[in-house]
């Protein structure tokens, strides 16, 4: 694997830039969050513009050495446009390229394979509304079968067809997604889509009988969870105080 060029910074504009370094802060926290999965998910950010080009992250590197540097800027043939030095996982194209290239409103797409998420995502049922995080969740949140290791790129029409417009996706027997209108949108998100996962997970293992919710809560749980608002109050809120801490344990994300 070769060394990143020495200053992508004074290549790209001002704005691909600032999405880069958030870019690179999501793959740090999807680490810190244990999330990750070796060097095999993938988070993707689109640049805005007519050419599409979007950023994924270089295929090697683990979640917690990406940099806003190292980032892999491609277009929607999966053409490398700017070479840092690095390639990219084919199925993190097929998966990205489907979603930036349907949805106009899509900045970040945010893909795992965590434990809980892919057992969530490997029961019939998928997600129960047991409990007010997934219910949250539950009503932005679509389905897609699984295919297999995704590298056909057929099955992209199928991927956003199943998404459609909205902004969370259980993949079947895969793992979980989410897009925003920004990286701290997706990854807000994909925090209660997976917190979710695993609040079913344990309930269900306890074996014993479930309190249920009245349909009036469930009501008022969904009147305050639009996808405007999960979108506005990661962004707005959650995503600075993550920088924040991330600035504190891990500010070379930066570079």
């Known amino acids: 694997m070769n060394s990143p060029v020495a200053d992508v910074q004074s290549l790209v504009s001002e704005q691909e830039w600032n999405l880069r370094v958030d870019l690179a802060a999501a793959y740090r926290l999807v680490a810190q969050f244990g999330w990750d999965d070796l060097i095999f ?14 950023l994924i992250n270089p295929y090697g590197m683990l979640f917690d050495e990406i940099t806003a540097s ?32 349907a949805r106009e409103d899509v900045i970040c797409a945010l893909h795992v394979h965590t434990p809980d998420g892919t057992a969530v995502a490997t029961v019939a049922e998928g997600l129960l509304p047991l409990n007010q995080t997934a219910q949250l969740v539950i009503n932005d949140l679509a389905y897609h079968d699984f295919e297999g290791v995704a590298f056909d790129l057929d099955e992209r029409p199928r991927l956003q067809r199943n998404l459609g417009d909205r902004n969370a996706m259980i993949l079947r027997n895969h793992g ?56 506005k109050t990661g962004s707005a809120l959650v995503w600075p105080a993550l920088l924040r801490k991330l600035d504190r344990i891990s500010p070379d994300y930066k570079n």
């Open 176 to 231: 979980t997604l989410t897009v925003g209108a920004t990286v701290g949108a997706a990854f807000s998100r994909m925090y209660l889509l997976e917190r979710a996962c695993t609040m079913q997970v344990r309930t269900l293992s306890m074996g014993l009988p479930l309190t249920p919710i009245t349909e009036s809560a469930s009501e008022r749980t969904a009147s305050i969870a639009t996808a405007d608002t999960m979108g």
């Open 41 to 54: 998910t993938h988070i993707s950010v689109r640049i805005p513009g007519p050419e599409h080009h979007f």
């Open 70 to 101: 190292s980032l892999v800027k491609i277009d929607m043939q999966g053409k490398i446009v700017l070479d840092t030095g690095y390639r990219i996982n084919a199925a993190g194209f097929t998966i990205h390229s489907a979603i930036h290239e």
